[in-house]
């Protein structure tokens, strides 16, 4: 699991990508006097709406899992993507202090290798 806090520069409306899969992008910037980062993330399926309470402009900390998979184009080229896979969202609350809004179904102990797991290092 790791985390980011960055202010929201862009927030996306959700994208039907099929009849299975929807997701929501946003952006945020850490804002850094000598190079900014500006980094895409993610939220899929029922996470979309953990975003919609923050406004751009917010400061926000988002939980996310870095995801890769390989893909075969149909003309046989091997292709490999990255993603950013949020979870969990800290949004500022009114006042002081924040309010957390995160995944129900998800678990920290999906992340917690046991050892019969079957690790390549």
Known sequence: ML???GI???KNAEVKVSEKFKK???VLTDNAQSY???ILFQLTQDR???IENAKVGD???VHFLL???EWKNPQGEIKFFNSLDVFKIDLPKAGSGSTSVQDPNFSNETLVPTP???LPF
């Open 116 to 118: 019969d797991d079957d």
């Open 36 to 38: 900014p980062q500006t």
């Open 24 to 26: 929501r992008e946003f």
């Open 8 to 10: 929201l520069k862009v």
């Open 67 to 69: 995801k890769g998979r």
């Open 3 to 5: 985390t980011y806090t």
């Open 48 to 50: 979309t709406s953990l």
């Open 59 to 61: 400061e926000i900390t």
